[in-house]
């Protein structure tokens, strides 16, 4: 089943603990299906939260956070790594998920490299798109917290916050 605005249309310290099971599907466009399970998130909350790119205030590169719940915002990370983040909560109230992990792909970057995503989706919707979506098989999973990972230059205060969710074994 397709995940829909309710689902997305809260808080990102809600969604980002209950996308950790659920699979993220790309359409390729030879028309082959591909799926990942997702098995790590982690949030990124408003303007005070000092590890997200609304902290720097609204610029071309944040400027997706501000959008509509299920907004999918694809940054470049180090010049090399597409990362995918789906917006969460109310218009104009900058917070995201980024999708961390995968069952079959360790890392961010992996990620959007197996199911070809790139810069070019930035902007697209995840409630609406033909080529990328998530969905659920209805099952709950159990998960732990842990910190975000590669967010030194936030502080200490901010790269402690326990806003990653992992899947338990």
Not at 67 to 72: A, L, M, P, V
Not at 113 to 139: A, C, H, P, V
Request: glycine letters at 10%; hydrophobic letters at 30%.
């Amino acid at each position: 089943m397709r995940l829909g605005e309710d689902f997305f249309h809260r808080d990102c310290l809600e969604v980002a603990p209950d996308l950790v099971g659920k699979f993220i599907v790309r359409r390729l466009p030879d028309g082959t299906v591909l799926k990942e399970q997702i098995s790590e998130t982690e949030a990124y909350r408003g303007t005070e939260d000092l590890a997200c790119h609304a902290s720097k205030g609204r610029t071309p590169r944040s400027e997706m956070l501000y959008r509509e719940s299920g907004t999918i915002y694809v940054y470049l990370c180090y010049g090399i790594h597409s990362l995918l983040n789906v917006i969460t909560g109310e218009k104009e109230q900058p917070q995201g998920v980024l999708l961390r992990a995968g069952i079959m792909h360790n890392g961010p970057g992996k990620i959007t490299k197996y199911l070809q995503i790139d810069r070019s989706f930035n902007g697209r919707n995840i409630l609406t798109d033909s080529d990328l979506w998530i969905e659920s098989n209805g099952e709950k999973y159990s998960t732990h917290t842990d910190v975000r990972v590669g967010i030194d230059y936030a502080g200490e205060y901010w790269k402690n916050r326990p806003w990653r969710w992992i899947l338990d074994n």
